[in-house]
């Protein structure tokens, strides 16, 4: 099998999807207090700015900038993905006798790999950020981009980004690794 390489611009900006392996789980978004600490953590020793993001109940989409000297986004959702799943074995969530699938740090709970886009442009960043924000409608979970507590949207609504009603009907087409 070839070895996939990723891109390793440091101090760019990046679009992310990243799945769980059974895909009708809801493990993200009843467990989000769990992510978050677990995104702060990772934040504080490697620092990386969130510019968008959406948790849905078993997949997530990011826009992530990097420190301008770091390109290391795998190291980030390495450790994201490892303490998640390490919180929720420590809580009797997961059951560790079968989560287990290779060595110590892989478990069954995440897909292994995931899709990343280096963003190009102005024009690139605000198209990955709208399919971020409409994403909860595109996936039925929603019949607004408001309504769905989970994401960046509401930031860019309080920062006069976008309105409220953004995110009623329509949305962006394009591919972004589903």
């Given at each position: 099998?070839?070895?996939?390489?990723?891109?390793?611009?440091?101090?760019?900006?990046?679009?992310?999807?990243?799945?769980?392996?059974?895909?009708?789980?809801?493990?993200?978004?009843?467990?989000?207090?769990?992510?978050?600490?677990?995104?702060?953590?990772?934040?504080?020793?490697?620092?990386?700015?969130?510019?968008?993001?959406?948790?849905?109940?078993?997949?997530?989409?990011?826009?992530?900038t990097l420190p301008e000297d770091d390109a290391n986004f795998p190291l980030r959702w390495l450790l994201i993905k490892r303490r998640f799943t390490r919180q929720l074995l420590c809580d009797g969530v997961l059951d560790a006798s079968s989560s287990r699938r290779r060595g110590d740090t892989e478990r069954a709970?995440?897909?292994?790999?995931?899709?990343?886009?280096?963003?190009?442009?102005?024009?690139?960043?605000?198209?990955?950020?709208?399919?971020?924000?409409?994403?909860?409608?595109?996936?039925g979970l929603v019949t607004r981009a408001a309504d769905w507590p989970h994401s960046s949207f509401h930031r860019y609504v309080r920062q006069g980004l976008l309105r409220a009603d953004w995110g009623l009907a329509g949305g962006r087409e394009g591919r972004y690794g589903e």
């Amino acid at each position: 099998m070839p070895r996939y390489i990723r891109a390793a611009t440091p101090g760019a900006t990046y679009f992310f999807t990243v799945t769980l392996q059974d895909r009708q789980s809801r493990w993200l978004t009843e467990h989000i207090g769990i992510l978050r600490r677990c995104l702060a953590l990772t934040k504080a020793k490697h620092p990386f700015h969130i510019d968008a993001m959406v948790v849905l109940p078993e997949h997530l989409h990011a826009v992530w900038t990097l420190p301008e000297d770091d390109a290391n986004f795998p190291l980030r959702w390495l450790l994201i993905k490892r303490r998640f799943t390490r919180q929720l074995l420590c809580d009797g969530v997961l059951d560790a006798s079968s989560s287990r699938r290779r060595g110590d740090t892989e478990r069954a709970l995440w897909n292994r790999r995931y899709w990343e886009h280096q963003i190009r442009d102005d024009d690139d960043f605000g198209h990955h950020v709208d399919y971020i924000h409409y994403n909860p409608v595109k996936h039925g979970l929603v019949t607004r981009a408001a309504d769905w507590p989970h994401s960046s949207f509401h930031r860019y609504v309080r920062q006069g980004l976008l309105r409220a009603d953004w995110g009623l009907a329509g949305g962006r087409e394009g591919r972004y690794g589903e």
